[in-house]
Each structure stands twice: as structure tokens, then as C-alpha cells.
């Protein structure tokens, strides 16, 4: 008859003894006999059909929900706290916070006005979309005028591109270069005109 340690803690009985030591057994991982599910009968019953499936599924839902159930009281009773602080503030406070809440607004207008410009411009200049997205970018109204400007300047048909008159003409040499005289002289041969 072999002997198998018994765990101080747990008092459950080894089920091996390895090169390490004992195997112990993990605890839940099969039912003791004895032990209670969840649903208080003893053992685990495996789930046969849908239906018990839904149901566990369905209690497991509920307990969930209730364990937040107090974060929706927490919530309605930080709005009545933020109500409180409203009502208790001085009339300063509420004229401070009114013209910050101004002043947000009116630093809003300029974009908002560059937005329905740059529309303005698109169909007035007849730019394509892929021009308007990249060259037409400004917040500003008088940066996006600028920026319209440029690019209906660069591409307006009375404008031609750089152009170089006499690009690859070789120029005629001229008979009365002193330059070319002295170098015929100094090399005793006369240069081919």
C-alpha cells in the first residue's frame, strides 16, 4: 500500500509523485464529491439541450447586472450634485464661464467662414477637387484668398511656362574675336569658323 502526501492547506491528497515533487490536484477543475454548483445541486450536471444553455446564460447575465446596478444610482446623483454646484455658484462665476463659452464661439467663426469661402471659391475659379484639397488648406480667410490666388495665377492659360529661346542652338562664332585670334597664333593653326 503506497502513501501519498496530503497538501497542509488545501487537504487534498497528492495524485502522483513526479521528479519535481507531488502533483498536486487543481482545485475546481473537476467536482469533489460533495461539492455544490452554483446552481446548489451537488456535482456538475453536463448541458444537455438549448434551453438549459439560455437559462445559465440568462442567470449569469442578471447576476452580472446587478453587481453595476449601483453605478446608474451613482450617475443620477452626480447630476444632482453638478445641479447643486450650479445653483450655489456667484454670479461672477456664471458671467466668467458665459463669455469663455463667447469667446470659444467667436474663435470658431473664422474657420467656419474659410469653409464656406474655399466652397465659394472652388466653383467661382472652377478648381478641380484634387487642386482644392491640396493647395486651398488655410483656416484663415485672408490666407485661403492668398492661397486661391496663387494657384488660379499659376494655372491661367495666358501664362506659359519657363522657356529657354535658343535652347540647344549652338551660337555662330563671330570673325572678330580677339580671343579666337590669339588662340589661333599662340597654337600656330587657324580655328575652324
Known sequence: MTYLPVHPRTGLTALGIGKRGPIWPVRGAAP???EVNPDGAKGFAPI???EDLNRIITERVSRERAKYSDYADL???AGR????EQANKSEAEKATERVAKAE????KVPALVAEQLRGHLVKL???NDEDAALFLTAADPELLLKQADRLVERGSPGRRPNHVPREGANPSPSGSDDLRSFTSDLFGRALKE
Open 32 to 34: 469533489e464529491e460533495g
Open 48 to 50: 444537455t439541450s438549448q
Open 75 to 77: 450617475k443620477a446623483k
Open 81 to 84: 450634485l453638478d445641479e447643486i
Open 104 to 107: 470659444a464661439e467667436v474663435a
Open 125 to 127: 475659379h472652377k478648381i
